[in-house]
C-alpha cells in the first residue's frame, strides 16, 4: 500500500477521499517529487515548507478558489499525517496571503431554462434523459444519485419517492427523501422495465459495457446494482457532448468550465419549486441540512408530497412546448369567441334599432288613424 493510499483509507466517504486524492496527486505532480520517497527523516522542515509554498502558489492562476482551499486542507492533512506539521508563523507569513479571500466560485454559473433543458436532453439517448431529468426535478446532487439503486425508488406514488441511503448522502448522514416528477418517473420506468424476452435498457447497457471491457473487468462492472452504472466522470462527458450538440457548450474564460455544468441542474430545481413551493421544503429536498430538522418538524411526508405535486409543472421539461401550443390554442378560441360576441351584439342592437322603428311607425298610424275618426 502507498502511503497516499494509507493516508486515504482513513477517510470514510468516497466523494472526500476523491477530493483529497485530487489535491495530493496535484501536489506531488507540480513539485515534480515522488510520494514514496517523499518522507525522508534527513529532510528538513524547510524543504516540505519550500514544496507546499511552491505548490500553493501555483493554484491561483488554474484552480477555482473553493477548490484551493479544498485541495490546501487535502494536502496539509496529508502531510500532518506523516508528520510534517507547518507552524502557526510560517502559515501566517507565507501561506495566508496566498490563499483566496472567499471561497466564491470564478463562474457565472446559470441555471438552464426548461426549453433549454429540453433542447440539451433532446439529444441524449434513455439513459441521459432518466439521468439529468432525474437530477433536474428531484434536486440530488450528482455523487447521491449515482448511488441509488432500483429498489430505492418507490415508482408506485405520484409523485414517485426515492430514498437516499445515508452512505450516500453528504454532511450529516441521514438518509433522505425527494422526489420525482411524472415524466421522470416514466423515463425511469423505461430505463429499467424489461421487454418481452426478460431484459431492459439497463440491463442492454451493463451487457455492452463488460462485453467491451472484456478482459479488463475481471468481475463485472462493479456498480452494476446501481440504477445508472457509471461514474462521475463518464456524466460529465455525456453532459459534455449533450452541451455541445445543443449549441450551449459556452465555457467560461477563468476556469475553462461550463456555465451550465451538471450541478446547474441542482439550481434549476432550487429556484424553479420555489415559485410555488415553501423554501425550507425544497432546500430540505435538495440536502441542505439546516433546513431538515424545520421541515421535517413542520411538515409530514403526505404534506411534502402535496407542495412538490403543487410546484411540479415548474419543473416540466419535456411537456413545455406542448403546453405552450394547448395555451395558444386556449387564446385563439378565446379571441374567436369574443369576436363572435361582438358581432351577435351589433346585429342585437340592429334589430332593436329597427324593432324601435317600427314602434314608432306604429304609433305614428295610429294616432293617425284616431284624428280622423275625430274629424
Not at 109 to 124: T, V
Not at 130 to 137: G, Y
Not at 140 to 165: D, F, G, V, Y
Not at 194 to 214: A, L, T, Y
Request: hydrophobic share 35%; aromatic share 8%; glycine share 4%.
Amino acid at each position: 500500500m502507498t502511503v497516499i493510499d494509507e493516508f486515504i483509507q482513513t477517510k470514510r466517504s468516497k466523494n472526500t477521499k476523491d477530493g483529497y486524492l485530487q489535491g495530493i496527486n496535484d501536489f506531488f505532480k507540480t513539485i515534480k517529487k515522488k510520494p514514496e520517497t517523499y518522507f525522508n527523516p534527513k529532510h528538513e522542515m524547510q524543504v516540505y515548507e519550500n514544496d507546499f509554498k511552491t505548490w500553493v502558489s501555483s493554484l491561483m492562476d488554474r484552480v477555482a478558489p473553493l477548490t484551493q482551499k479544498c485541495w490546501v486542507s487535502s494536502v496539509k492533512n496529508f502531510l500532518l499525517y506523516y508528520d510534517v506539521e507547518f507552524s502557526t508563523k510560517y502559515w501566517r507569513n507565507h501561506i495566508n496571503g496566498l490563499m483566496p479571500r472567499s471561497a466564491r466560485p470564478l463562474t457565472l454559473d446559470d441555471k438552464p431554462s426548461n426549453e433549454q433543458l429540453k433542447k440539451i436532453l433532446s439529444y441524449g439517448d434513455l439513459k441521459a434523459k432518466a439521468l439529468f431529468s432525474m437530477l433536474a426535478t428531484s434536486g440530488m446532487r450528482i455523487s447521491e444519485a449515482l448511488q441509488i439503486k432500483p429498489e430505492h425508488i418507490n415508482l408506485k406514488t405520484t409523485p414517485a419517492i426515492i430514498t437516499i441511503p445515508s452512505k450516500a448522502v453528504k454532511g450529516d448522514r441521514r438518509p433522505r427523501r425527494v422526489f420525482i416528477s411524472e415524466e421522470t418517473k416514466q423515463l425511469i420506468i423505461d430505463w429499467i422495465k424489461p421487454n418481452e424476452n426478460g431484459i431492459s435498457e439497463r440491463d442492454k447497457f451493463i451487457d455492452e459495457i463488460e462485453e467491451q471491457m472484456k478482459g479488463v473487468l475481471k468481475n463485472g462492472l462493479q456498480n452494476r446494482d446501481k440504477l445508472f452504472p457509471i461514474k462521475p466522470s463518464a456524466t460529465r462527458r455525456i453532459w459534455g457532448r449533450l452541451l455541445k450538440r445543443a449549441e450551449l457548450d459556452i465555457k467560461s474564460s477563468e476556469t475553462g468550465r461550463f456555465e451550465l455544468h451538471i450541478h446547474s441542474l441542482r439550481k434549476f430545481f432550487l429556484s424553479q419549486l420555489k415559485i410555488k413551493c415553501p423554501d425550507v421544503i425544497v432546500e430540505a429536498l435538495a440536502g441542505h441540512n439546516r433546513y431538515l430538522d424545520e421541515a421535517y418538524r413542520r411538515y409530514s411526508l403526505d404534506e411534502m408530497k402535496e407542495h412538490y405535486l403543487n410546484g411540479m409543472d415548474m419543473l416540466t421539461i419535456f411537456e413545455t412546448n406542448t403546453t405552450d401550443e394547448r395555451l395558444t390554442e386556449v387564446n385563439e378560441l378565446l379571441k374567436e369567441k369574443e369576436q363572435r360576441i361582438k358581432e351577435l351584439e351589433q346585429k342585437i342592437e340592429d334589430i332593436n334599432k329597427k324593432l324601435d322603428k317600427g314602434v314608432a311607425t306604429y304609433l305614428f298610424n295610429e294616432i293617425q288613424k284616431i284624428k280622423s275618426k275625430n274629424k
